[in-house]
């Protein structure tokens, strides 16, 4: 049973783990977490995924303020734990809590030969609107997609 809560300090060394093995071209450091962490939930939103006493996934938005887009700085979910929904409840979390803080759209980027993930976004109205050359790493490009609030 996959189960949901928001991250603690001591999650930072298992995330930042992950984030050499999934991001391996840009992953964030453990300072980078620490700087994420203290913004929440004044400008920032995380949430983990366990499955027993496992992380197997976590999720981030960055909203400055209200009536400006919220920017997904992260979904990141285990390749065996893939597939199960988790992606999409991380999804619904994010956009749920940008919402009642009045963002006017959702930003994210996603790496262009991830199909699935990008399926996934544009089955919850996420559509591409530019392109990010090498922006995960040389040869890597990400495609810019955005969901607008009406």
């Given amino acids: 049973m ?17 984030e050499k093995e ?3 071209y840009s992953p964030w450091s453990t300072s980078q977490f620490k700087e994420e962490f203290a913004g ?9 995924a366990e499955s027993g006493n496992k992380v197997v996934g976590y999720c981030g938005v960055f909203l400055p303020a209200p009536g400006v887009e919220a920017d997904i700085l992260t979904v990141a979910v285990l390749p065996d734990f893939r597939r ?5 409840e991380f999804m619904r979390q994010i956009e749920q ?3 009642e803080r009045g963002a006017s759209a959702m930003m994210l ?10 399926e996934l976004y544009k089955s919850l109205g996420y559509m591409k609107i530019s392109v990010r050359m090498d922006y995960y790493g040389p040869g890597q490009d990400a495609f810019v997609m955005r969901k607008d609030f009406n």
């Fill in 2 to 18: 996959i189960t949901y809560r928001q991250p603690i300090a001591l999650d930072i060394p298992v995330l930042a783990t992950y």
């Fill in 22 to 24: 999934l991001f391996p």
């Fill in 40 to 48: 929440i939930p004044t400008t920032r939103y995380m949430s983990v």
């Fill in 84 to 88: 199960q929904g988790i992606a999409r």
């Fill in 97 to 99: 809590w940008s919402k």
């Fill in 109 to 118: 980027e996603v790496e262009q030969s991830n199909s699935a993930a990008i």
